[in-house]
């Protein structure tokens, strides 16, 4: 009897706990429910750290473009601009660049972002979309993109602190105030202008301040002599090299990432075919470059074709859903035509850019803001007024900022330094101490 009665309430006590978890289980929400949140996060994640490693491909292209003298100079400018993108976008640009119901011209919204809590339960999510945490960290790595492109134009002659100035000012403030025009739910979205993954948002806004930045640096002491352009070669064509090929791959991040959504089949798939044509445009680019130097100076030129790569991902940025295989390669091939008769202009108004980051990043993002409209996604006017838009706003904000602190700090470094090179004169370092030392 006692053993019976034993296992009678053995039974019944192992029931409950099933039958409690029976009961979660029918109360928790299924995959259908929660995957598109974890997939379109997970999409996030990967995205964010693929841009992330763009970074590393911009400090390694940048110090493979200048010479030897300043290498450790970019390094450590790559590394400062990206940790005060991050602090200041965490501290006012997320927010100021999303503001939810803003719908004009300018908004005013410095409030640090702040992430779910931790353990978030599904109820409490916002399973139409992703993360706070997953979309804060992927729109992270696109300001700090921006940021990189000023710093490779700026190379050699100016100073760093204000440059890091500048890009506390640009990082925090003009970029987000300008991405919320189209991201943000601004004007521009309403007026129609499209731009996927920032042609114009991201690489047009920082070809806009290294131009305004140029203007008021002005040239590397020798670059333009007697009527002629001097070359001045690079210190390491294979860290150029290997900075391109990084930044080639951290593009699939930048464009696949910017469907902002891999909930469905038809989201999945459209990623995928991102990456086909983001990947068609920087080949197309590359081979582009390599011909017309061919054909313009009798031989191919690595640092053009390396350009024209990039400028071929630029050019496919704003729109690389929507067009076929074969379309991509026109779009990415124009732009590797771009950069290869953009640069010799540059010089001959006596720009100097010294990694090539205006005609890849301004020009080529122009071109492929307006090759949109070629694809139906939206209008030739459309465009054109954003492209008017983002060019007034930055250029003149960045030349004021620029002007001001000229005025103020000084961003040239002194004639002797320049000459002895910055990395002595600004941070009593050298990249490559034994060859100075013979």
Do not use: C
């Amino acid at each position: 009897m006692k053993t019976l009665t034993k296992i009678a309430l053995t039974g019944a006590l192992t029931a409950l706990p099933t039958l409690s978890f029976a009961q979660e289980a029918a109360a928790a929400p299924g995959f259908d429910e929660i995957g598109p949140y974890i997939m379109t996060t997970l999409l996030f994640l990967v995205g964010g750290f693929l841009v992330f490693w763009m970074a590393a491909g911009f400090a390694m292209l940048e110090a493979g473009l200048v010479r030897s003298k300043n290498v450790t100079m970019q390094l450590t400018k790559n590394m400062a601009l990206f940790s005060i993108a991050a602090i200041m976008y965490w501290l006012v640009g997320f927010n100021l660049m999303y503001p939810g119901d803003f719908n004009g011209y300018f908004a005013f919204n410095f409030v640090p972002t702040s992430l779910e809590p931790v353990g978030l339960d599904a109820a409490d999510a916002a399973l139409d979309y992703a993360s706070v945490g997953s979309d804060f960290f992927f729109q992270l790595m696109f300001v700090a993109a921006t940021a990189s492109i000023v710093s490779g134009a700026l190379a050699e002659r100016i100073k760093l602190w204000p440059f890091l100035a500048f890009v506390v000012v640009l990082t925090g403030i003009l970029y987000p105030i300008s991405g919320s025009w189209q991201w943000g739910g601004g004007w521009l979205s309403e007026l129609g202008f499209s731009d996927f993954a920032g042609s114009t948002i991201v690489h047009s806004v920082g070809g806009w301040a290294a131009l305004a930045g140029a203007i008021v640096l002005g040239p590397r002491i020798g670059k333009y002599k007697d009527g002629r352009t001097v070359p001045m070669p690079g210190s390491n064509l294979a860290l150029a090299t290997l900075g391109t090929f990084i930044l080639w791959l951290g593009w699939f991040g930048f464009n696949g990432g910017s469907q902002l959504a891999m909930g469905t089949v038809g989201d999945v798939t459209d990623v995928s075919r991102i990456f086909a044509n983001t990947n068609m445009a920087a080949a197309a680019g590359a081979v582009a470059a390599l011909i017309l130097t061919q054909i313009l100076y009798k031989k191919p030129d690595l640092t053009m074709i390396l350009n024209g790569a990039l400028a071929g991902l630029v050019s496919i940025t704003a729109e690389p859903l929507a067009p076929s295989l074969a379309g991509s390669l026109v779009i990415g091939a124009v732009g590797g035509v771009i950069v290869v008769i953009t640069v010799p202009l540059l010089d001959k108004l006596k720009i100097d850019d010294v990694v090539g980051a205006i005609p890849v990043h301004l020009f080529a993002g122009i071109w492929g803001t307006i090759a949109v409209a070629f694809s139906g996604s939206a209008t030739i006017g459309a465009q054109l007024t954003g492209i008017v838009a983002y060019g007034a706003f930055t250029f003149v904000a960045s030349l004021i900022l620029w002007v001001i602190l000229k005025a103020v700090m000084g961003i040239r470094v002194s004639e002797e330094d320049e000459i002895n090179g910055l990395d002595m004169s600004e941070l009593g370092m050298e990249a490559y101490p034994d060859f100075s030392k013979g």
